[in-house]
């Protein structure tokens, strides 16, 4: 069994923010490579070396990736094994946040919806947004931390399809919405879909696939061939790098699922920009472990 430290959370929520707006995830800076290569296009060509040139810049002047530091999620996977305060952790989760805003400092860019007022914390009525899922594994905590920035953020998408217009809705849907998105998302993308659930959980888990690590698979088969199908036809569209044109318009679409009702058939789509930003670390009895 392992007792939650509520300060080592604290002090995880503050670093893994700090360092997911600093540092791009190993798999990210693989998927500009791949596109790179296979690029045909000479502006997009110029545009994706602009873009790999600041990821070098950021990292070795210890400087933002991008100046938007985006509304703040963090996950959280609590093993079987841990004993742990579940409204400590959540609080130890805002103060974390608040901290790394603070301290750092960070551009706060959260604010109250209606009177659009800023505390400069990052924080604010159900902000963080924080997840809880649990796992078999024992004495374990991971914490994800994703800021998730207005420009992919604002190009979300749902639609209630029914199940008589079959995969094909689903698919048009999200070529669809991916045309309509254009350069607003600051393309090269990861094109999230959603697809089953409720309406709710359909948006979730679009977002879900949109922030897994490019290379990963949906764990359903069906899923899967849909994302291969799905990631070919997005980049035929000619949108490119910032929709300035050219063949790197995604890097991959993720597809993930939930069963549905028999009488609906949910798709949701949430993309991530091209500085798919997210930081990771691993509580155990030995320490705290950092990665993506």
């Known amino acids: 069994m392992m007792n939650l430290d509520l300060a080592q959370v604290e002090e995880a929520a503050k670093t893994l923010y700090i360092r997911a707006l600093k540092i ?41 990736l991008c100046q938007d530091t985006g509304l703040p999620i963090y996950n959280v996977t609590i093993g079987r094994g841990v004993v742990f305060d ?19 400092p960070l551009r706060s860019s959260v604010v109250h919806p209606l009177t659009r007022k800023n505390e400069h914390t990052s924080c604010g009525p159900g902000i963080p947004v924080i997840h809880f899922e649990f796992t078999d594994a024992s004495d374990v905590v991971e914490i994800e931390m994703i800021p998730k920035g207005s420009g992919s953020e604002n190009n979300s998408f749902l639609r209630m399809a029914i199940p008589a217009e079959g995969q094909a809705a689903v698919k048009q849907f999200v070529i669809d919405c991916v045309i309509a998105a254009g350069g607003k998302t600051c393309p090269p993308t990861i094109v999230g879909v959603g697809v089953g659930g409720t309406s709710d959980l359909c948006v979730h888990l679009a977002k879900k696939a949109a922030t897994r690590s490019i290379g990963s698979s949906c764990s359903d088969p069906h899923g899967a061939a849909l994302e291969k199908e799905l990631g070919e036809a997005v980049n035929l569209l000619g949108i490119g790098p910032q929709g300035l044109g050219g063949d790197s318009t995604a890097f991959a679409v993720h597809v993930e699922i939930a069963a549905t009702h028999i009488t609906m058939n949910p798709v949701a789509v949430n993309m991530q920009c091209h500085s798919a930003r997210r930081a990771r670390v691993s509580i155990t009895p030995a320490g705290l472990a950092y990665g993506f």
């Open 24 to 64: 791009l995830p190993p798999d990210v800076k693989a998927g500009f490579t791949g596109l790179q290569q296979r690029e045909s296009d000479a502006t997009a060509k110029s545009i994706l070396k602009t873009m790999v040139a600041n990821i070098v810049v950021a990292e070795d002047t210890d400087n933002l």
């Open 86 to 104: 579940g409204a400590g952790v959540q609080a130890a989760l805002v103060k974390g946040c608040t901290r790394a805003t603070q301290e750092h």
